[in-house]
Nanobody
């Protein structure tokens, strides 16, 4: 059974930074694509960033140049470094592990950007 545990969310002022972490257990982490999704109130969940098992990365346009996704296979952990945060980045952020076409999700961590 795959388990994903996120941490690092919180309240930050506009322009500030946060680093989210997601620790995985129970799966073949190094062979899996890892992603961060977010869901704001009243909106659909959207893919923010993804990193493949080959370390290829994808970012949605609104976060390019501000967010960086990375992974440490030795620690079974994926990170999302978020800089230059904006109020519109406020959402619950979810970690996703995709392996052999199956998706697993973390419980989510709240990120609030407000002055």
């Amino acid at each position: 059974q795959v388990q994903l545990v996120e941490s690092g969310g919180g309240l930050v002022q506009p322009g500030g930074s946060l680093r989210l972490s997601c620790a995985a257990s129970g799966g073949i982490f190094r062979l899996s694509a890892m992603g961060w999704y977010r869901q704001a109130p009243g909106k659909e969940r959207e893919l923010v960033a993804q990193i493949t098992s080959r370390f290829d990365t994808y970012y949605t346009d609104s976060v390019k140049g501000r967010f960086t996704i990375s992974r440490d296979n030795a620690k079974n952990t994926v990170y999302l470094q978020m800089n230059g945060l904006k109020p519109e980045d406020t959402a619950v952020y979810y970690c996703n592990l995709r392996t052999f076409g199956v998706d697993f999700w973390g419980q989510g961590t709240q990120v609030t950007v407000s002055s």
